[in-house]
């Protein structure tokens, strides 16, 4: 496969994720879709990087879906709420 599509599957697969990761956790999230996208891609990126780590292989969709998760609790942490709630910064 040439670069630009390995770049675009990378896209597209971190738009998945991101945006499932966003869906996962309830209430409403102000997050521009780079940002989910990045959430996405480093979702897939740890989640693969423990896959390997832990069991020798990729399973990187459903570990890096998990961590992406984690990555929107935190981003929304970080921002002053918690689990259903955002954050009072962009409200």
């Known amino acids: 496969m040439s670069t630009i599509a390995i770049i675009l599957a990378l896209l597209v697969q971190g738009l998945i994720v991101g945006a499932l ?3 996962a956790l309830p209430g409403r999230d102000p997050m521009s879709i780079p940002a989910t996208i990045g959430i996405g891609i480093a979702g897939s990126f ?9 069991f ?4 990187s969709f459903l570990l890096g879906f998990a961590v992406a998760v984690g ?6 942490r970080s921002r002053g709420g918690g689990l ?6 962009h409200r």
């Not at 740890?46 to 832990?54: C, E, K, M």
């Not at 020798?56 to 399973?59: I, K, L, P, S, Y």
């Not at 990555?71 to 929304?76: E, G, H, M």
């Open 21 to 23: 990761a966003r869906l």
């Open 46 to 54: 740890i989640g693969g990087l423990i896959a390997v780590a832990i």
């Open 56 to 59: 020798g292989r990729n399973a």
């Open 71 to 76: 990555i929107v609790y935190l981003v929304r």
């Open 84 to 89: 259903t709630e955002p954050g009072a910064l």
